[in-house]
């Protein structure tokens, strides 16, 4: 589903605008990065948990040539979908 299409059925069921559907999903992805870069989780009980890790350097190989790289610590998000968004 893309965001247009996602905004649509936002709109559909709420009975918003499709400026004020686009409005409320920009918004809730702003609020939910903001979180997100402060180091903060963002847990919606019974649908999903989101938290930023540090993934450790470690040592992978070139596909194409086989040579050993280093590669670098960084960021991740980790995200945790809850069975029940399956139904």
Known sequence: MT???????FAA???FSKK???TAVNAFFEVTA????KGD???FPGTFKAEV???AAR???NPQTGAEMKIPAKKV??????DKLLG
Do not use: C, H, M, P
């Not at 965001?3 to 059925?9: G, H, R």
């Open 20 to 22: 004020d559907a686009t």
């Open 59 to 61: 040592t992978g190989r």
């Open 34 to 37: 903001d979180a997100l870069k």
């Open 77 to 82: 998000i980790k995200a945790k979908l809850s």
């Open 13 to 15: 069921k709420t009975g």
């Open 41 to 43: 989780k963002v847990v």
């Open 53 to 55: 890790a540090q993934r």
């Open 3 to 9: 965001k247009a299409e996602f905004v649509e059925k």
